[in-house]
């Protein structure tokens, strides 16, 4: 098709689209150089592409899904998405996968001085581990710990602190108190008090989805408590911090005097609110936390990007 135009317009076609597409020039500007108009400027380089005198292809370096991570970003009105390129079936290589795009997101977007949130978590300790520097910042633990794993407890502050240098505000209460009053005596000791008051200071927070029950510290911690089975019922699919949502992402109430963490409210007031998660299983669980509205950035994984798209 490139025959349509002589070897000299072919010339012209590719440097006018050259100069719009890979410099970034305005079509007038372009047009002024040229002598010709801003029209058939912008005629010429939709046709340089039409004719395949220049090629357009994403160069991002990272496995992420340009055309899903856009999409995904346009339907459920994030500022920003990152569908990372792997369909893999296995739970442990999904996992790894999103855990260094995750790791590369946060060393891109922490900053001097920040004060910053994070949730425990699998994906969340695998990006920590594969961080080598950050600013310095303070890091805050955003809901109490889990239990057995040593990912449901303090690993990811502690890696990031180490990283940042800077204040570290741990979490040592469990993530859901007994309903004995008693219970939230915990919550006044002067070490607890100085992590929760950071919640109204932060401007970043990094947190995982759980998918309910199986991928879940929340769902242990009531199965220990013997109360998992009524918010099964209840319809919870998954968390997000502190928040147990149902498949609408409606937040399911219950826990509110009794868990230990960021609020929803709280967590809303944060600047940039990331959720990171995906993989088999967690379908729901990432589409719940869309629904809900409560984050603004997402990363997860083909599979989970395209059944939120579909739904």
């Known amino acids: 098709m490139s025959r349509q135009l002589t070897i000299d317009q072919q010339v012209l076609h590719v440097h006018v689209a050259m100069q719009n597409l890979a410099h970034g020039r305005s079509v007038n500007d372009i047009a002024a150089d040229i002598g010709k108009s801003r029209f058939a400027t912008a005629r010429m380089v939709k046709r340089a592409r039409a004719l395949g005198l220049i090629e357009v292809r994403p160069t991002v370096s990272a496995p992420v899904d340009v055309g899903l991570s856009a999409q ?7 500022r920003a998405a990152l569908v990372v390129a792997t369909h893999s079936s296995d739970v442990v290589e999904s996992r790894d996968a999103i855990a260094r795009i995750a790791a590369r997101f946060i060393v891109d977007n922490v900053a001097e001085d920040d004060i910053l949130g994070f949730a425990p978590g699998r994906t969340l300790v695998l990006a920590s581990r594969l961080i080598e520097r950050l600013p310095s910042a303070d890091v805050v633990q955003l809901t109490g710990v889990g239990a057995p794993r040593l990912e449901d407890g303090i690993e990811v502050i502690s890696n990031i602190g180490r990283l940042t240098g800077g204040a570290t505000h741990p ?10 009053p008693e219970a939230t005596l915990l919550l006044k000791h002067p070490s607890i008090q100085r992590t929760l008051r950071r ?5 970043k927070a990094f947190l995982t989805i759980g998918g309910w029950p199986e991928a879940s510290w929340m769902a242990r911690q009531l199965l220990d408590l013997g109360e998992r089975e009524e918010y099964e019922e209840k319809g919870v699919v998954a968390e997000i911090g502190t928040m147990l949502l149902d498949a609408d992402g409606n937040t399911v109430d219950g826990l509110e005097e009794r868990i230990v963490g960021i609020s929803e409210e709280q967590l809303r007031n944060v600047e940039m609110r990331v959720a990171i998660g995906g993989g088999p299983g967690k379908e729901h669980a990432v589409l719940a936390t869309l629904r809900a509205g409560v984050v603004n950035h997402m990363i997860t994984d083909i599979r989970c990007a395209k059944a939120a798209l579909a739904a």
């Open 72 to 78: 995904l970003t346009q339907r459920y009105g994030l």
């Open 171 to 180: 979490l040592y209460a469990p993530a859901v108190l007994m309903k004995d």
């Open 199 to 203: 919640f109204d200071h932060m401007q």
